[in-house]
């Protein structure tokens, strides 16, 4: 894979890029942003770089209004003009200023549009060029794209932390806390609501975007999620008797929210209602987007993440449910982990001598192992067998020490346990799915892993440690963020929207809790090793 070269403060940064992107969308994913103000297209002149190494081509128009002869003979460039094929060393020489907020790597499937069709949407008059935000509230990760809603047309996008995380790593903490500590439940939505409004500020500042031409608002979210953006309801999320039922999660009002983003006054804000308990609208929406329940063969869905949904399409129902897998697979709780951002050890295996080899995203310094990473690490240990199917190193050790990025890292005892736990709560909901639909392991013929852990996922190393059912590995599409897809596809089109409604009305939902042999499920998918066929 080609790289992109950075000298920042006398270090050198090898960021690693497919082929396609400008110098300046590469830059975005990471932390060494470059200044810009016109959405990339080349007419504001600020994202200027110096090419020092590596073919960039001949200068276009707009570099050549924008800048000097003498500046282009010495490698000046705009970043946004220059799409690199091969390794190219570059100098940043207009940064752009800190932010929290990067553009998403999935980017490429939301150019691409969802659905040509806008019929139904609400345009208001006097508008010029109406746009729209879809919006996926994650546990971790607020995600947000914006189209301009009369083209369909993809304008931008960010992703950033979600800062309720200050309250808790996982949704059952956040929702204690809302429940127990006065002005918590408050605190939260106002944290979700401004991440949604700073995400959009660095749209406008950094694109050169209007937000009073933001005329809608397309909310989707695990239901925890979107009842802690309203302030309504999270309470019953933590009785039991309301995991099966409906939480209505509409917020009362949402004047206020539009005010504080300082889009359109006239602009709609349109949270999607979740299905019930922890099944949330960000499942359906990912349905809607995979076009699951389309063919006739049996096919599972997974969408990783804190709280984990899952759902089975036999070819004639719909099941689904959500696991309670903990925040192993966003890397929280673990000790050598970090979110699979800039500087993540995403991809690990072993070199010809038995020694492991890391890959990692962005950068060649590593800050430490995301979720991907994890299972790669964890697969590539029981291969080696320095780690044994019950998770126990084989050394007799706590740990296990390995260099990644410059930098020693450790796996403890601790971190399998966690990964362990969070890939046995995934298996017992397979489990329980095709159980409820009598549908075999051995009779899928599709399975679709969403959120950011699946989009860097090995399927291999998932397979042995019995994380993804053992299909063929072709059979196995791994999606991305299917959510904000899926929300971008309802905010866009009617049929979309009606195909949500659709699949609302089909699913069945299982729950986990009153799952009768639970317990024993639990304990046999403790184990590092394949999942068994059925």
């Known amino acids: 894979m080609p790289e992109l070269i950075l000298g920042i403060d006398g270090e050198t940064h090898r960021i690693p890029f497919e082929l396609g992107p400008s110098v300046r969308e590469i830059l975005d994913a990471t932390d060494f942003r470059v200044r810009s103000g016109c959405r990339g297209i080349g007419a504001c002149g600020l994202c200027r770089v110096r090419v020092a190494g590596g073919e960039a081509g001949e200068p276009t128009q707009n570099e ?67 746009c729209g935000v879809a919006v996926d509230l994650g546990t971790t990760h607020v995600c947000l794209s914006l189209f301009d809603l009369a083209k369909g047309q993809w304008l931008a996008d960010r992703w950033g932390r979600n800062p309720q995380q200050n309250f808790g790593a996982d949704v059952i903490t956040r929702l204690a806390a809302a429940a127990e500590l006065p002005g918590a439940a408050r605190e939260m939505s106002r944290l979700a609501v401004a991440a949604i409004g700073e995400a959009l500020l660095d749209i406008a500042t950094r694109e050169g975007f209007d937000p009073r031409r933001i005329v809608n608002v397309t909310l989707v979210g695990n239901t925890a999620m979107l009842a802690l953006l309203s302030s309504r309801n999270f309470e019953l999320l933590l009785q039991p008797e309301y995991w099966t039922q409906p939480v209505d999660c509409q917020p009362l009002e949402t004047s206020g929210w539009v005010a504080e983003w300082e889009i359109n006054p006239v602009a709609e804000v349109d949270v999607v209602a979740p299905l019930a308990g922890f099944v949330g609208s960000d499942l359906l929406a990912g349905l809607v987007s995979t076009r699951f329940t389309e063919d006739a063969a ?174 063929p590995p072709e059979t196995v599409e791994l999606a991305g963020n299917t959510a904000l897809a899926g929300c971008c596809d309802v905010m866009l089109s009617s049929l979309a929207a009606e195909r949500l409604k659709e699949l609302r009305s089909r699913a069945r939902l299982v729950n986990l809790a009153s799952y009768p042999d639970f317990d024993q499920a639990f304990f046999e998918n403790l184990y590092l090793q394949p999942l068994q066929v059925l």
């Open 64 to 130: 050549r209004l924008h800048l000097t002869s003498a500046q282009l003979s010495q490698g000046v460039r705009l970043a946004c003009q220059v799409s690199p094929r091969h390794d190219m060393q570059v100098e940043i020489l207009n940064s752009a200023p800190p932010s929290n907020w990067k553009s998403s790597p999935d980017t490429a499937l939301l150019h691409t549009l969802r659905e040509q069709a806008v019929e139904g949407r609400w345009l208001p008059p006097g508008v010029k060029h109406p």
């Open 298 to 471: 049996p096919a599972l869905f997974i969408d990783f993440g804190t709280n984990s949904e899952i759902a089975l399409w036999s070819g004639e129902e719909l099941w689904v449910t959500a696991s309670a897998g903990g925040p192993a697979f966003e890397s929280s709780g673990i000790s050598c982990g970090a979110p699979a951002e800039v500087g993540a050890v995403f991809r690990v295996s072993l070199d010809s001598a038995g020694d492991l080899a890391c890959q990692i995203i962005g950068d060649d310094r590593a800050k430490g192992v995301c979720g991907s990473g994890l299972v790669d690490l964890i697969a590539c240990l029981l291969d080696s067998g320095r780690l044994t199917s019950a998770g126990k190193f084989a050394s007799g050790e706590t740990g296990y020490t390995f260099s990644a990025g410059g930098r020693e890292l450790t796996l403890t005892k601790g971190d399998v346990d966690l990964i362990q736990r969070a890939k046995a709560a995934i298996g017992v909901g397979i489990g329980a799915l095709c159980g409820h639909a009598g549908v075999g392991l051995k009779e899928l013929r599709r399975v679709c892993v969403g959120g950011a852990f699946g989009r860097y996922l090995d399927v291999g190393s998932a397979q042995a440690i019995g994380l993804l059912p053992p299909v």
